[in-house]
T-cell receptor
Framework: DSGVTQTPKHLITATGQRVTLRCSPR?????VYWYQQSLDQGLQFLIQ???????AKGNILERFSAQQFPDLHSELNLSSLELGDSALYFC????????????FGQGTRLTVV | AQSVTQLGSHVSVSEGALVLLRCNYS??????LFWYVQYPNQGLQLLLK??????LVKGINGFEAEFKKSETSFHLTKPSAHMSDAAEYFC???????????FGAGTRLTVKP
């Protein structure tokens, strides 16, 4: 158990809908990352937050947004969903510091039908 | 910006044979390097990490990796493959700020009996 909790584990929704994925980081970790993993794109970095502030942005679509709350949990919002958004979405957390590894949650499998 | 390239999307070995998974990095600053493993339907977990303390890094499950600056490589090895090693392996790199951990495309390891 990595200590990172993601909910829900599975999500099936229709095209055009909006969903929210939730992540609780490890106790004490201030940094949260979101990744998307799909068969054709591999593991793609979406966005990073540190202590409530956006720190880095990767290949995140404009239809997607995220935030980190004062209690450090994070949410990834996906809107106007398309079939191609079907993927595994991972959250990871780390302490902020040189060489710190990221600890991953089990992921949320999103299926858009 | 940092990046890693994993050579070979699929590697197949026989049980008991040497495992060699290749990773080359690109970084304008001294890198921190990581190997993660992903078992089916699970999140990524850390195998080992290099943070400049020693060039040969030992990890869990008998894996090790050697940092070679002259070759910009961080290949993962295990002397004797076990069936339980079958998984996907990801190499990752981050720079000094830790804002930018980047993953390779992954290598799927198959172990034949």
């Amino acid at each position: 158990d990595s200590g990172v909790t993601q909910t829900p584990k599975h999500l099936i929704t229709a095209t055009g809908q909006r969903v929210t994925l939730r992540c609780s980081p490890r106790s004490g970790d201030l940094s949260v990352y979101w990744y998307q993993q799909s068969l054709d794109q591999g593991l793609q970095f979406l966005i990073q937050y540190y202590n409530g502030e956006e720190r880095a942005k990767g290949n995140i679509l404009e239809r997607f947004s995220a935030q980190q709350f004062p209690d450090l949990h994070s949410e990834l919002n996906l809107s106007s969903l398309e079939l191609g958004d079907s993927a595994l979405y991972f959250c990871a957390s780390s302490v902020m510091g040189q060489g710190s590894e990221a600890f991953f949650g089990q992921g949320t499998r999103l299926t858009v039908v | 910006a940092q990046s890693v390239t994993q050579l070979g999307s699929h590697v197949s070995v026989s049980e008991g044979a040497l495992v060699l998974l290749r990773c080359n990095y690109s970084s304008s600053v001294p890198p921190y390097l990581f190997w993660y493993v992903q078992y089916p339907n699970q999140g990524l977990q850390l195998l080992l990490k290099y943070t400049s303390a020693a060039t040969l890094v030992k990890g869990i499950n008998g894996f090790e990796a050697e940092f070679k600056k002259s070759e910009t490589s961080f290949h993962l090895t295990k002397p004797s493959a076990h069936m339980s090693d079958a998984a996907e392996y990801f190499c990752a790199v981050s720079g000094a700020s830790n804002n930018d951990m980047r993953f390779g495309a992954g290598t799927r390891l198959t172990v034949k009996p």
